[in-house]
C-alpha cells in the first residue's frame, strides 16, 4: 500500500468514525440539538463526495463517504424518532 493510500485511507476512518459518537449521543441524549438543514447540507456534501469518488475510482473517498452517508442517515432517522428523555 502506497502513501498516498495509507493517508486516504487513514483520513477516512478519522472523518467517519468522527461521527459514531453523535449517533450515540443522539440514541442517548435525543437530537434536539441538531439541526436538520445541517443535517441534509451535510449529507449533500458527503454524497457530492461519493460520486467525486466514483468518477476517480478512489476506493477511499468511495467507501468513507458512502459510511458516512449511512450514519448521516442513520442520525437522521434518529433525531426523528428519538425525543430527548424528559428529566
Do not use: E
Request: with cysteine.
Amino acid at each position: 500500500m502506497g502513501l498516498l493510500a495509507t493517508v486516504g485511507g487513514a483520513a477516512a476512518v478519522c472523518t467517519t468514525g468522527a461521527f459514531i459518537p453523535q449517533i450515540l449521543k443522539i440514541r442517548r441524549q435525543g437530537g434536539g440539538d441538531l439541526s436538520y438543514p445541517m443535517l441534509f447540507l451535510y449529507l449533500t456534501g458527503i454524497l457530492l463526495w461519493l460520486v467525486y469518488g466514483l468518477i476517480l475510482h478512489a476506493a477511499a473517498i468511495i467507501w468513507a463517504n458512502a459510511a458516512t452517508a449511512l450514519l448521516v442517515a442513520i442520525a437522521l432517522v434518529l433525531k426523528a424518532t428519538h425525543r430527548h428523555p424528559k428529566t
